[in-house]
């Protein structure tokens, strides 16, 4: 398998994955919904990196704009509702 060690989406990566589980954790202590929507928007968006670095974001393009798309209308909903 090919890895694809670039910093940034490296970095992406790990930030994604700390709003996911700090957007998790306020959603279990205060059953807020915006944090629930952010924290599976971040999900989405470190899948969409890790798709990156193990190269895979090459052949399934289509999948990546999807994901990175559904991530965004999630947020954009969460902060209209």
């Not at 990566?13 to 919904?33: F, P, Q, R």
């Not at 915006?34 to 393009?61: C, E, P, Q, R, T």
């Amino acid at each position: 398998m090919i890895c694809l060690w670039d910093p940034v989406n490296l970095i992406n990566t790990a930030l994604c994955i700390i709003v996911l589980v700090l957007g998790l954790s306020v959603y279990k202590k205060k059953k807020n919904d915006l944090a629930k929507a952010v924290a599976i928007a971040f999900g989405l968006f470190a899948l969409s990196h890790i798709m990156n670095l193990l190269a895979w974001a090459g052949a399934l393009i289509g999948l990546q704009i999807i994901i990175r798309v559904l991530a965004y209308l999630i947020v954009i909903f969460a902060l209209l509702k």
